[in-house]
């Protein structure tokens, strides 16, 4: 059995302050943060004890989940499990990167995510580079806001041509960019249009709830982040009888942990085995 999971504990705390984000500088007790240590500790077990499995894991916190330990060491835990292709996860990059020493760099994965707002990109290239002398595989983005374009630009100069960077497109208001902005965003990230625009997708088949689910802290399994409707729960005998291919229930998908399962658009393709952490197999910078 091939599975991918999106993994999202309770976690909802954040070291950082973007001014569109619900859990800027948000922080929690330490009951809190001890009840998602042991939810992630859980999901830790059940993975190395379900050796005939295939599994991708991508870790899509609700915040940074980087500085905490318990996230460090399941990456280090998962990424030596012979049966994980896999184990990614979404990050500012803030934190230290000492601990990746324990991880096996050939299943590990960050998808890393700049923001000026609340790093400089000296300092976030520098972690950049560090990650590349530790031989970690990582992607870059950032969220294509206008008022970020000399940045994004200057981000694109300041790393290596292998280094794939993206930009979320800002689609909170339509028409946002004009066509040249969507010009000179696809020259750094080719795959921009994709991500600037709704996927029509109800009815559609889509790899989600089949080969991909996502998980929460208790195990309650959906088929992604986008539809609520419990399929099972990963710690009950027999979850797999519940994962079999089924079409959309929602009218669109706009995200790349989404779409990029959907199977009109074809992105295996794309991205090969860096489908999870969104790094494609052909990078090219104009
Ligand atoms: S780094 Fe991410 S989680 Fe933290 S405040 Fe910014 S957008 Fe939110
Ligand atoms: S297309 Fe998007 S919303 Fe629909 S099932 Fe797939 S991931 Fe979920």
Redesign the pocket.
């Known amino acids: 059995m091939t599975l991918s999971i999106l993994y999202r504990g309770p976690l909802s705390s954040c070291n950082y302050a973007c001014g569109y984000c619900p859990f800027a500088k948000r922080t929690e007790t330490r009951a809190e943060l001890d009840a998602d240590r042991a939810a992630l500790e859980r999901f830790t077990a059940w993975a190395t004890a379900r050796p005939d499995i295939d599994l991708g894991v991508l870790f899509t916190p609700w915040g940074e989940a980087l500085v905490r330990p318990w996230y460090q060491a399941a990456l280090a835990t998962l990424t030596n499990l012979p049966h994980v292709r896999r184990a990614a996860i979404q990050t500012n990059l803030s934190c230290k990167l000492d601990w990746v020493e324990a991880c096996d760099r050939d299943a590990l994965a960050l998808w890393c995510t700049f923001h000026p707002n609340e790093t400089t990109r000296d300092r976030f290239v520098a972690k950049c580079g560090e990650l590349r002398a530790r031989g970690v595989r990582f992607s870059v983005g950032v969220v294509g806001l206008k008022e970020h374009l000399a940045e994004i630009d200057a981000l694109r100069a300041d790393l290596p041509p292998d280094v794939y960077v993206w930009v979320n497109a800002s689609k909170r208001e339509s028409n946002y960019y004009t066509p040249e902005v969507v010009a000179q965003l696809t020259a750094i990230d080719p795959h921009f249009p994709t991500n600037n625009q709704y996927h029509a ?1 109800l009815g ?1 088949p ?1 790899r ?2 089949h080969q991909v689910v996502a998980v929460d802290g208790d195990g309650t399994i959906t ?2 982040h ?2 609520k409707r419990p399929l099972g729960n990963l710690y009950a005998p027999g979850f797999e009888a519940a994962l079999f291919d089924r079409p ?1 229930t ?1 009218d669109a ?1 706009g995200c790349h942990i ?2 990029a ?2 199977d009109r658009l074809n992105l295996g393709t794309v991205y090969g085995n860096g489908l999870l952490e969104r790094i494609p197999l052909v990078i090219c910078v104009q």
């Open positions: 997708s559609e889509c989600a709830g088929r992604c986008f539809i959309c929602n998908c989404g779409y399962h959907l």
